[in-house]
């Protein structure tokens, strides 16, 4: 169940979250990266891949900010439970294009610690895409620990967790339209 009162911490389960960015700041923000995707590929009809569940907000965002041709495709891979990484990267759902040749734009919710992406820019280099770039909207910078090139990035944040505009906790606050952070 959630719960919102008016000092804005709001109760999901049995934890509270307090506003870390609003709507507007994020809509702001997606523009910006909406822009530099558009100058570096807006005549090269990228292919934007984002990883499912957390992304699929923000990536429904940033293609409505892209100028120019572009497709879209979904993956899933299964990295956490509850608030904790785990150690296993799973893959639910593959990629069915051929990769060959195209200009690739990963679209990631969060980096926490880099495995999740790590992983999944391996798994992408053997289809030999002309490029591959990494969006995020948020990193957790003192918990990246794979070696990750990122691109672009919304907001650096700090390690607590955080939930809205698609990303959980345990299944719930995906639909929040800003993001919340675990209270202190
Ligand atoms: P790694 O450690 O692989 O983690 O970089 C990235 C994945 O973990 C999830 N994740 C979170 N999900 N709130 C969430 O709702 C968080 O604070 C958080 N930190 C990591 C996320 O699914 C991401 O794909
Ligand atoms: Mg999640």
Redesign the pocket.
Known sequence: MMEQNSTETIKIRDLFFVPLFTEADIRARVQALGTALTEQFGDKNPLFVS?LS?AFVFASDLIRRFEGDCEVSFVKLA??AGTQ?TGAVQVVMGLEKDLHGRHVIVV??????????HHFIELLQDKSPASITTVTLLR?PDAVVFPITLDHIGFDITDR???GYG???DGLGRNLPGVYQLKS
């Open positions: 990883i957390g990295s956490y990484s990631e919710d969060i980096v926490d610690t880099g495995r999740t992406l957790k967790f955080v939930v990303l959980d906790y």
